[in-house]
């Protein structure tokens, strides 16, 4: 069964970009729907993005506009590309894989397989 793998956290002033990796280890993403998910101490872990094979897309209100999901060609890595970055986007980020309905996508419960998270830190 493909696991997720996380990669790209780090820590960036505001207004500055990142990208995030999250790769199918063992193999490719298949027709799952692949999405990320962010949390921060204390608080539930929220959606964030969702990539359904290769352009079905959602994004949560807070991010639209400034964050971008991709699938690679390959599809072997799915891509979160976050451009004008605020410190309330600080978080550990985690990609998830499922099948969710759409009435799950953006929920925790729709996905079966987590990957251990990267963290994201925006700060001056």
């Known amino acids: 069964q493909v696991q997720p793998v996380e990669s790209g956290g780090g820590l960036v002033q505001p207004g500055e970009s990142l990208r995030l990796s999250c790769s199918a280890s063992?193999?490719?993403?298949?027709?799952?729907?692949v999405a990320w998910f962010r949390q921060v101490p204390g608080k539930e872990r929220e959606f964030v993005s969702s990539?359904?094979?290769?352009?079905?897309?959602r994004y949560a209100d807070s991010v639209k506009g400034r964050i971008s999901i991709s699938r690679d060609k390959d599809n072997r890595a799915i891509y979160l590309q976050m451009n004008s970055l605020k410190p309330e986007d600080t978080a550990a980020y985690y990609c998830?894989?499922?099948?969710?309905?759409?009435?799950?996508?953006?929920?925790?419960?729709?996905?079966?397989?987590w990957g251990q998270g990267t963290q994201v830190t925006v700060s001056s």
């Open positions: 063992g193999g490719t993403f298949g027709t799952d729907t």
């Open positions: 998830a894989v499922g099948r969710p309905i759409s009435s799950t996508i953006s929920t925790v419960g729709g996905y079966n397989y």
């Open positions: 990539i359904r094979w290769f352009s079905i897309t």
